[in-house]
Protein backbone atom coordinates (compact mmCIF):
# COMPACT_ATOMS: atom_id res chain seq x y z
CA UNK A 1 0.00 0.00 0.00
CA UNK A 2 3.14 2.03 0.02
CA UNK A 3 3.29 5.31 -2.30
CA UNK A 4 5.61 8.01 -2.16
CA UNK A 5 4.45 11.67 -3.90
CA UNK A 6 6.89 14.76 -4.74
CA UNK A 7 7.57 17.67 -7.37
CA UNK A 8 11.51 16.38 -7.69
CA UNK A 9 11.77 13.92 -10.02
CA UNK A 10 15.49 13.57 -9.68
CA UNK A 11 14.94 12.11 -6.19
CA UNK A 12 14.05 8.70 -7.92
CA UNK A 13 17.30 6.75 -8.51
CA UNK A 14 15.97 3.48 -7.93
CA UNK A 15 14.27 1.22 -10.62
CA UNK A 16 10.43 2.30 -10.52
CA UNK A 17 7.60 3.27 -12.43
CA UNK A 18 7.64 6.79 -11.44
CA UNK A 19 4.21 8.29 -12.75
CA UNK A 20 3.32 11.76 -13.16
CA UNK A 21 0.15 14.66 -13.26
CA UNK A 22 0.94 17.95 -12.82
CA UNK A 23 4.03 19.08 -11.00
CA UNK A 24 3.91 16.15 -9.57
CA UNK A 25 6.18 13.07 -9.65
CA UNK A 26 5.09 9.84 -7.48
CA UNK A 27 5.12 5.98 -7.10
CA UNK A 28 2.57 3.25 -5.94
CA UNK A 29 2.42 -0.19 -5.59
CA UNK A 30 -0.38 -1.93 -6.79
CA UNK A 31 -2.84 -1.79 -3.98
CA UNK A 32 -2.96 2.57 -4.45
CA UNK A 33 -5.72 3.02 -7.13
CA UNK A 34 -6.23 5.77 -8.94
CA UNK A 35 -9.11 8.09 -9.84
CA UNK A 36 -8.79 10.45 -12.40
CA UNK A 37 -11.39 13.29 -11.99
CA UNK A 38 -11.58 16.43 -14.03
CA UNK A 39 -8.55 18.71 -12.89
CA UNK A 40 -7.86 16.10 -10.61
CA UNK A 41 -6.52 12.86 -9.65
CA UNK A 42 -6.76 10.53 -6.52
CA UNK A 43 -4.34 8.14 -5.33
CA UNK A 44 -6.29 5.94 -2.37
CA UNK A 45 -6.59 2.26 -0.94
CA UNK A 46 -9.08 0.78 1.56
CA UNK A 47 -12.50 0.14 1.66
CA UNK A 48 -15.77 1.82 2.59
CA UNK A 49 -18.90 0.42 5.12
CA UNK A 50 -21.18 2.37 3.26
CA UNK A 51 -21.14 3.86 -0.12
CA UNK A 52 -19.73 3.57 -3.43
CA UNK A 53 -15.74 4.61 -3.16
CA UNK A 54 -15.17 5.84 -7.00
CA UNK A 55 -18.04 8.49 -5.80
CA UNK A 56 -16.10 9.99 -2.74
CA UNK A 57 -13.51 10.67 -4.44
CA UNK A 58 -15.38 12.20 -7.26
CA UNK A 59 -16.33 15.03 -4.60
CA UNK A 60 -13.54 14.10 -2.66
CA UNK A 61 -15.87 13.78 0.65
CA UNK A 62 -14.11 11.25 2.53
CA UNK A 63 -14.00 13.36 5.92
CA UNK A 64 -17.40 12.23 6.23
CA UNK A 65 -17.46 8.45 4.80
CA UNK A 66 -17.21 5.66 6.91
CA UNK A 67 -14.33 3.00 6.28
CA UNK A 68 -10.86 2.14 6.51
CA UNK A 69 -8.93 3.86 3.87
CA UNK A 70 -6.89 6.72 2.78
CA UNK A 71 -6.50 9.27 -0.08
CA UNK A 72 -4.25 11.67 -1.68
CA UNK A 73 -6.35 14.26 -4.38
CA UNK A 74 -3.28 15.84 -6.84
CA UNK A 75 -4.63 18.93 -8.88
CA UNK A 76 -1.76 19.93 -11.26
CA UNK A 77 -0.13 22.09 -8.48
CA UNK A 78 -1.92 21.29 -4.80
CA UNK A 79 -2.80 18.51 -2.57
CA UNK A 80 -5.67 17.32 -0.21
CA UNK A 81 -5.29 14.68 2.44
CA UNK A 82 -7.75 12.34 4.19
CA UNK A 83 -7.54 9.13 6.57
CA UNK A 84 -10.86 7.21 8.15
CA UNK A 85 -12.30 8.44 11.01
CA UNK A 86 -10.44 5.54 12.99
CA UNK A 87 -7.22 6.67 11.93
CA UNK A 88 -6.49 3.15 10.06
CA UNK A 89 -3.52 4.40 8.19
CA UNK A 90 -0.59 6.58 9.21
CA UNK A 91 0.07 9.66 6.58
CA UNK A 92 3.87 11.86 6.58
CA UNK A 93 4.09 15.06 5.33
CA UNK A 94 7.66 16.63 4.89
CA UNK A 95 8.68 20.18 3.77
CA UNK A 96 12.25 20.59 4.86
CA UNK A 97 13.44 19.47 1.30
CA UNK A 98 10.47 20.22 -1.19
CA UNK A 99 6.75 18.57 0.06
CA UNK A 100 6.82 15.24 0.43
CA UNK A 101 3.57 12.87 0.76
CA UNK A 102 4.14 9.23 1.86
CA UNK A 103 2.88 6.51 4.38
CA UNK A 104 5.96 4.90 4.47
CA UNK A 105 8.63 6.89 6.66
CA UNK A 106 12.18 5.73 4.88
CA UNK A 107 11.18 6.94 1.21
CA UNK A 108 11.08 10.81 2.84
CA UNK A 109 14.24 12.63 2.11
CA UNK A 110 15.91 12.50 6.21
CA UNK A 111 19.58 14.02 6.47
CA UNK A 112 21.97 13.70 9.08
CA UNK A 113 21.39 16.58 10.30
CA UNK A 114 17.22 16.45 10.19
CA UNK A 115 16.99 14.03 13.59
CA UNK A 116 15.66 16.74 16.61
CA UNK A 117 14.48 13.95 18.47
CA UNK A 118 15.84 10.42 19.51
CA UNK A 119 12.24 9.45 21.43
CA UNK A 120 8.33 10.27 20.95
CA UNK A 121 5.68 9.85 23.44
CA UNK A 122 2.46 9.12 23.66
CA UNK A 123 -0.12 11.02 24.44
CA UNK A 124 -2.07 10.50 27.96
CA UNK A 125 -5.28 9.72 26.65
CA UNK A 126 -3.62 7.85 23.29
CA UNK A 127 -5.21 10.50 21.55
CA UNK A 128 -2.31 11.37 19.43
CA UNK A 129 -3.45 14.49 17.84
CA UNK A 130 -1.84 17.38 19.80
CA UNK A 131 1.26 18.57 17.77
CA UNK A 132 3.50 16.87 19.97
CA UNK A 133 1.94 13.46 19.21
CA UNK A 134 2.31 14.43 15.85
CA UNK A 135 5.80 14.68 15.56
CA UNK A 136 8.70 12.33 14.50
CA UNK A 137 12.35 11.81 15.10
CA UNK A 138 12.97 14.77 12.25
CA UNK A 139 12.60 18.03 11.71
CA UNK A 140 10.14 19.42 9.68
CA UNK A 141 7.97 16.04 9.32
CA UNK A 142 4.69 15.33 10.74
CA UNK A 143 2.13 12.60 11.27
CA UNK A 144 -0.93 14.14 9.52
CA UNK A 145 -3.81 14.63 11.91
CA UNK A 146 -7.15 14.48 9.85
CA UNK A 147 -9.14 16.98 11.84
CA UNK A 148 -11.31 14.28 12.99
CA UNK A 149 -12.90 16.20 16.67
CA UNK A 150 -13.68 13.10 19.28
CA UNK A 151 -13.63 14.81 21.96
CA UNK A 152 -16.56 16.76 20.68
CA UNK A 153 -18.64 13.80 18.91
CA UNK A 154 -18.01 11.99 22.43
CA UNK A 155 -20.01 14.85 23.92
CA UNK A 156 -22.34 14.83 21.46
CA UNK A 157 -23.26 11.12 22.31
CA UNK A 158 -22.84 10.89 26.00
CA UNK A 159 -25.59 13.69 26.13
CA UNK A 160 -28.16 11.50 24.40
CA UNK A 161 -29.63 8.63 26.04
CA UNK A 162 -30.85 6.73 22.96
CA UNK A 163 -31.24 3.66 24.10
CA UNK A 164 -33.40 2.31 26.82
CA UNK A 165 -33.71 -1.36 24.98
CA UNK A 166 -30.05 -3.12 25.06
CA UNK A 167 -31.87 -6.31 23.27
CA UNK A 168 -32.48 -3.62 20.76
CA UNK A 169 -28.62 -2.02 20.62
CA UNK A 170 -27.45 -5.32 20.57
CA UNK A 171 -29.68 -6.57 17.63
CA UNK A 172 -28.45 -3.02 15.68
CA UNK A 173 -24.69 -3.61 16.79
CA UNK A 174 -24.92 -7.22 15.64
CA UNK A 175 -26.48 -6.43 12.28
CA UNK A 176 -24.31 -3.92 11.30
CA UNK A 177 -20.60 -5.85 12.36
CA UNK A 178 -22.11 -8.81 9.79
CA UNK A 179 -22.49 -6.15 7.47
CA UNK A 180 -19.10 -4.58 7.96
CA UNK A 181 -18.00 -8.53 7.96
CA UNK A 182 -19.61 -9.43 4.74
CA UNK A 183 -17.75 -6.35 2.99
CA UNK A 184 -14.32 -7.20 4.34
CA UNK A 185 -14.71 -10.78 2.82
CA UNK A 186 -15.51 -9.88 -0.30
CA UNK A 187 -12.50 -7.62 -0.80
CA UNK A 188 -10.04 -9.82 1.23
CA UNK A 189 -9.81 -13.24 0.64
CA UNK A 190 -7.26 -13.99 3.31
CA UNK A 191 -8.55 -12.73 6.51
CA UNK A 192 -6.45 -13.50 9.87
CA UNK A 193 -7.43 -12.06 13.02
CA UNK A 194 -5.86 -11.70 16.27
CA UNK A 195 -7.34 -13.37 19.01
CA UNK A 196 -6.73 -12.78 22.64
CA UNK A 197 -7.95 -14.64 25.78
CA UNK A 198 -10.49 -11.19 26.21
CA UNK A 199 -14.21 -9.71 24.60
CA UNK A 200 -12.84 -7.84 22.42
CA UNK A 201 -11.08 -9.94 20.16
CA UNK A 202 -13.77 -12.98 20.92
CA UNK A 203 -16.63 -11.01 20.03
CA UNK A 204 -14.98 -10.11 16.72
CA UNK A 205 -13.35 -13.55 16.21
CA UNK A 206 -16.89 -15.20 15.92
CA UNK A 207 -17.79 -13.06 13.05
CA UNK A 208 -14.58 -14.94 11.08
CA UNK A 209 -14.72 -18.22 13.16
CA UNK A 210 -12.79 -20.07 10.58
CA UNK A 211 -10.32 -17.93 9.08
CA UNK A 212 -6.67 -18.14 11.12
CA UNK A 213 -6.60 -16.98 14.56
CA UNK A 214 -3.73 -15.47 15.94
CA UNK A 215 -2.83 -15.85 19.70
CA UNK A 216 0.03 -15.39 21.91
CA UNK A 217 1.39 -16.39 25.60
CA UNK A 218 3.74 -14.06 27.07
CA UNK A 219 6.77 -15.02 29.17
CA UNK A 220 7.09 -13.67 31.85
CA UNK A 221 4.01 -11.36 32.59
CA UNK A 222 2.03 -10.47 35.92
CA UNK A 223 -0.69 -13.07 35.12
CA UNK A 224 1.44 -15.90 34.26
CA UNK A 225 -0.45 -19.25 34.25
CA UNK A 226 -3.82 -18.02 34.04
CA UNK A 227 -2.81 -16.10 30.97
CA UNK A 228 -1.99 -19.47 29.77
CA UNK A 229 -4.82 -20.95 30.92
CA UNK A 230 -7.13 -18.39 29.40
CA UNK A 231 -5.63 -18.64 26.25
CA UNK A 232 -5.78 -22.25 25.86
CA UNK A 233 -9.58 -22.15 26.52
CA UNK A 234 -10.10 -18.95 23.64
CA UNK A 235 -8.12 -21.26 21.44
CA UNK A 236 -10.57 -24.48 22.09
CA UNK A 237 -13.20 -22.77 20.42
CA UNK A 238 -11.49 -21.78 16.91
CA UNK A 239 -10.91 -24.49 14.49
CA UNK A 240 -8.27 -22.79 12.53
CA UNK A 241 -5.46 -21.25 15.31
CA UNK A 242 -1.89 -20.22 15.80
CA UNK A 243 -0.38 -19.82 19.20
CA UNK A 244 3.15 -18.82 19.84
CA UNK A 245 5.72 -17.44 23.27
CA UNK A 246 6.61 -14.25 23.14
CA UNK A 247 9.27 -14.02 25.57
CA UNK A 248 10.03 -10.40 26.50
CA UNK A 249 13.34 -10.61 27.64
CA UNK A 250 14.33 -10.79 23.83
CA UNK A 251 12.88 -7.49 23.57
CA UNK A 252 15.48 -5.59 22.16
CA UNK A 253 15.92 -7.92 19.69
CA UNK A 254 12.52 -8.33 18.97
CA UNK A 255 12.36 -4.64 17.89
CA UNK A 256 15.24 -4.58 16.00
CA UNK A 257 14.17 -7.27 13.59
CA UNK A 258 10.48 -6.49 13.11
CA UNK A 259 9.89 -2.64 13.70
CA UNK A 260 9.31 -0.41 10.56
CA UNK A 261 7.72 2.86 11.90
CA UNK A 262 10.13 4.76 13.35
CA UNK A 263 7.18 7.49 14.80
CA UNK A 264 5.37 3.95 16.15
CA UNK A 265 4.11 4.49 19.68
CA UNK A 266 2.78 1.38 20.46
CA UNK A 267 5.48 -1.40 20.30
CA UNK A 268 3.73 -3.19 22.36
CA UNK A 269 2.04 -4.66 19.13
CA UNK A 270 5.59 -6.46 18.02
CA UNK A 271 4.49 -9.41 18.97
CA UNK A 272 1.77 -9.81 16.23
CA UNK A 273 4.12 -8.47 13.74
CA UNK A 274 6.13 -11.23 14.27
CA UNK A 275 3.44 -13.77 14.45
CA UNK A 276 1.83 -12.30 11.19
CA UNK A 277 5.48 -13.09 9.36
CA UNK A 278 5.25 -16.45 10.87
CA UNK A 279 2.52 -17.23 8.33
CA UNK A 280 3.08 -19.61 5.50
CA UNK A 281 0.75 -16.90 3.80
CA UNK A 282 0.26 -13.37 4.05
CA UNK A 283 -3.01 -11.82 4.70
CA UNK A 284 -4.52 -9.62 2.80
CA UNK A 285 -5.85 -8.13 5.98
CA UNK A 286 -5.60 -8.45 9.76
CA UNK A 287 -8.51 -7.78 12.02
CA UNK A 288 -7.37 -6.57 15.40
CA UNK A 289 -10.00 -6.04 18.39
CA UNK A 290 -9.17 -2.45 18.81
CA UNK A 291 -11.73 0.13 20.26
CA UNK A 292 -14.05 -2.31 21.54
CA UNK A 293 -12.56 -1.26 25.25
CA UNK A 294 -13.75 2.46 24.26
CA UNK A 295 -17.16 1.76 22.72
CA UNK A 296 -18.49 -0.22 25.38
CA UNK A 297 -17.12 1.75 27.98
CA UNK A 298 -15.57 -1.35 29.47
CA UNK A 299 -12.72 0.21 31.42
CA UNK A 300 -12.01 0.61 35.21
CA UNK A 301 -11.07 4.37 35.20
CA UNK A 302 -13.76 5.73 32.77
CA UNK A 303 -16.16 3.29 34.55
CA UNK A 304 -15.10 4.91 37.96
CA UNK A 305 -15.55 8.65 36.08
CA UNK A 306 -19.43 7.94 35.34
CA UNK A 307 -19.62 6.74 38.92
CA UNK A 308 -18.43 10.32 39.55
CA UNK A 309 -20.61 12.14 37.76
CA UNK A 310 -23.54 9.96 38.83
CA UNK A 311 -22.71 11.00 42.22
CA UNK A 312 -21.26 14.27 41.96
CA UNK A 313 -22.21 16.29 45.24
CA UNK A 314 -20.40 19.81 46.15
CA UNK A 315 -20.08 18.05 49.34
CA UNK A 316 -17.21 16.43 49.09
CA UNK A 317 -16.83 13.43 51.41
CA UNK A 318 -20.71 12.91 51.02
CA UNK A 319 -19.63 11.81 46.63
CA UNK A 320 -16.34 10.10 47.60
CA UNK A 321 -18.43 8.16 50.25
CA UNK A 322 -21.48 7.10 47.79
CA UNK A 323 -18.68 6.21 45.15
CA UNK A 324 -16.63 3.80 47.17
CA UNK A 325 -20.43 2.17 48.38
CA UNK A 326 -20.55 1.65 44.46
CA UNK A 327 -17.61 0.59 43.13
CA UNK A 328 -16.61 -1.60 45.73
CA UNK A 329 -19.96 -3.81 45.01
CA UNK A 330 -17.52 -4.05 40.82
CA UNK A 331 -14.78 -5.86 42.24
CA UNK A 332 -15.72 -8.79 40.82
CA UNK A 333 -16.90 -7.75 36.91
CA UNK A 334 -14.97 -8.21 33.87
CA UNK A 335 -13.34 -5.07 33.66
CA UNK A 336 -12.52 -4.31 36.99
CA UNK A 337 -8.96 -5.09 37.01
CA UNK A 338 -6.19 -5.12 33.94
CA UNK A 339 -4.83 -8.36 34.14
CA UNK A 340 -6.21 -11.83 35.35
CA UNK A 341 -4.36 -12.11 38.89
CA UNK A 342 -4.09 -14.90 40.97
CA UNK A 343 -6.12 -14.49 44.63
CA UNK A 344 -3.08 -13.64 46.31
CA UNK A 345 -1.88 -10.94 43.97
CA UNK A 346 -5.23 -9.15 43.88
CA UNK A 347 -3.84 -6.54 46.86
CA UNK A 348 -0.67 -6.02 44.12
CA UNK A 349 -0.30 -2.49 42.18
CA UNK A 350 -2.33 -4.50 39.69
CA UNK A 351 -5.68 -5.53 41.79
CA UNK A 352 -8.75 -3.80 42.02
CA UNK A 353 -7.94 -2.17 45.65
CA UNK A 354 -4.95 -0.63 44.41
CA UNK A 355 -6.26 1.03 41.26
CA UNK A 356 -9.51 2.21 43.22
CA UNK A 357 -7.27 3.83 46.14
CA UNK A 358 -4.82 5.30 43.35
CA UNK A 359 -7.78 6.97 41.79
CA UNK A 360 -9.73 8.08 44.91
CA UNK A 361 -6.38 9.60 45.78
CA UNK A 362 -6.23 11.01 42.17
CA UNK A 363 -9.59 12.38 42.11
CA UNK A 364 -10.69 13.16 45.73
CA UNK A 365 -6.92 14.57 47.16
CA UNK A 366 -6.89 12.27 49.89
CA UNK A 367 -3.54 13.31 50.91
CA UNK A 368 -5.04 16.48 52.97
CA UNK A 369 -3.09 18.66 51.14
CA UNK A 370 -5.81 20.55 49.38
CA UNK A 371 -8.86 18.40 50.72
CA UNK A 372 -11.14 21.36 50.49
CA UNK A 373 -10.88 22.02 46.92
CA UNK A 374 -13.34 20.44 44.77
CA UNK A 375 -12.71 19.23 41.01
CA UNK A 376 -15.86 20.22 38.92
CA UNK A 377 -18.28 18.17 37.16
CA UNK A 378 -16.88 19.10 34.10
CA UNK A 379 -13.21 17.82 34.90
CA UNK A 380 -14.56 14.47 35.88
CA UNK A 381 -16.45 14.26 32.44
CA UNK A 382 -13.18 15.70 30.28
CA UNK A 383 -11.43 12.80 31.39
CA UNK A 384 -13.90 10.49 31.10
CA UNK A 385 -14.57 12.11 27.22
CA UNK A 386 -11.16 11.34 26.51
CA UNK A 387 -10.98 8.19 27.41
CA UNK A 388 -13.80 6.67 25.08
CA UNK A 389 -12.55 8.56 21.70
CA UNK A 390 -11.04 5.81 19.35
CA UNK A 391 -7.65 4.71 20.17
CA UNK A 392 -5.21 4.36 16.90
CA UNK A 393 -4.10 0.88 17.35
CA UNK A 394 -4.56 -0.57 13.76
CA UNK A 395 -2.31 1.92 12.62
CA UNK A 396 0.61 0.46 14.31
CA UNK A 397 0.48 -2.94 12.46
CA UNK A 398 -0.54 -1.13 8.77
CA UNK A 399 2.76 0.80 9.36
CA UNK A 400 4.99 -2.15 10.33
CA UNK A 401 3.85 -4.74 7.97
CA UNK A 402 2.45 -2.54 5.08
CA UNK A 403 -0.86 -4.72 5.47
CA UNK A 404 -4.12 -3.91 5.83
CA UNK A 405 -5.41 -4.15 9.64
CA UNK A 406 -9.17 -3.42 11.09
CA UNK A 407 -11.59 -3.85 13.92
CA UNK A 408 -15.76 -4.49 13.67
CA UNK A 409 -15.61 -1.67 16.58
CA UNK A 410 -14.02 1.03 13.77
CA UNK A 411 -17.56 1.56 12.63
CA UNK A 412 -19.15 5.69 12.69
CA UNK A 413 -22.44 3.45 12.71
CA UNK A 414 -22.20 1.97 15.35
CA UNK A 415 -18.66 3.48 17.81
CA UNK A 416 -20.49 6.01 19.87
CA UNK A 417 -23.95 4.22 20.10
CA UNK A 418 -23.28 2.41 23.82
CA UNK A 419 -22.61 5.94 25.28
CA UNK A 420 -26.02 6.88 23.97
CA UNK A 421 -27.54 4.27 26.55
CA UNK A 422 -29.37 5.55 29.76
CA UNK A 423 -27.03 6.25 32.13
CA UNK A 424 -28.14 4.37 34.66
CA UNK A 425 -26.55 1.40 32.22
CA UNK A 426 -23.06 3.34 31.60
CA UNK A 427 -22.41 3.67 35.57
CA UNK A 428 -24.08 0.33 36.43
CA UNK A 429 -23.22 -3.33 34.51
CA UNK A 430 -21.20 -1.99 31.75
CA UNK A 431 -18.28 -2.47 33.48
CA UNK A 432 -19.83 -6.51 32.67
CA UNK A 433 -19.93 -5.91 29.14
CA UNK A 434 -23.70 -7.00 28.42
CA UNK A 435 -24.14 -6.12 25.21
CA UNK A 436 -21.20 -7.86 24.05
CA UNK A 437 -21.79 -10.74 26.26
CA UNK A 438 -25.03 -10.77 24.53
CA UNK A 439 -23.57 -11.08 21.04
CA UNK A 440 -21.14 -13.97 21.93
CA UNK A 441 -24.45 -15.59 23.38
CA UNK A 442 -25.79 -15.88 19.50
CA UNK A 443 -22.73 -17.71 18.54
CA UNK A 444 -23.30 -19.95 21.75
CA UNK A 445 -19.84 -18.88 22.98
CA UNK A 446 -18.90 -20.27 26.17
CA UNK A 447 -16.60 -16.92 27.38
CA UNK A 448 -14.75 -17.72 30.61
CA UNK A 449 -12.28 -15.58 31.21
CA UNK A 450 -12.93 -13.47 34.65
CA UNK A 451 -10.97 -10.31 33.78
CA UNK A 452 -10.26 -7.46 31.01
CA UNK A 453 -7.06 -8.98 29.23
CA UNK A 454 -4.52 -6.07 29.30
CA UNK A 455 -1.48 -8.39 29.43
CA UNK A 456 0.89 -6.41 32.05
CA UNK A 457 4.75 -7.14 31.32
CA UNK A 458 8.06 -5.81 31.11
CA UNK A 459 8.08 -4.03 27.28
CA UNK A 460 10.68 -1.11 28.27
CA UNK A 461 13.44 -2.21 25.59
CA UNK A 462 10.54 -2.50 22.89
CA UNK A 463 10.48 1.51 23.50
CA UNK A 464 14.04 2.06 24.18
CA UNK A 465 15.64 0.48 20.72
CA UNK A 466 13.20 1.64 18.87
CA UNK A 467 15.57 4.81 17.75
CA UNK A 468 18.00 1.88 16.70
CA UNK A 469 16.18 -0.18 15.01
CA UNK A 470 14.81 2.19 12.19
CA UNK A 471 17.11 5.21 11.91
CA UNK A 472 19.45 3.82 9.88
CA UNK A 473 16.71 2.71 7.60
CA UNK A 474 15.18 6.31 7.26
CA UNK A 475 18.59 7.61 6.41
CA UNK A 476 18.79 5.27 3.58
CA UNK A 477 18.18 6.45 -0.41
CA UNK A 478 15.08 4.05 -0.34
CA UNK A 479 14.05 5.14 -3.83
Not at 2 to 30: L, V
Not at 304 to 329: G, P, S, V, W
Not at 449 to 477: C, F, G, K, M, W
Request: aromatic share 14%; glycine share 4%; net charge negative.
Amino acid sequence: MRFFICKDKSKFTKQQTIESYGEWSFIRDSKVKMYQGSGFIVLYCGYLIEGNIEEVCKNFSFKEANGNFFAVKLTKEDYQLSIDYFQNHKLFIGDKHGIEITNYMPYMTIKQEDIVRTSVIPDEYERELSEAERTTYYDRIFIFDPGYDYVQDAKDAFAQEVWHDQTELTEYIHICMKQHTDIIREKYPVIMCSLSEGLDSAVQGMFFRDDRQLLYVVEPCVSADNHKKFIKLAQEQFPNTHCMTYETQYNRQHCLDHLVDSSCRWQSVIPTLMQVKMQDTEPDIIMYGGNGNEMFCRDLIPHMLFLCLKYYNTDKIKMQEDFIADIRTKDNLYGSTYSILKEAEQKSHHGFPALVNKFVSRWFDTSGTHYLTHKKYEEFEDALISLTTPKLYTRVITGNLDIMASSLYSDRRIFYEFLKSNNNVLSGMALDAPVQRAILDKYNYNFVTPRNDIVSAVYDELYSTSYEATIDHDLEQNI
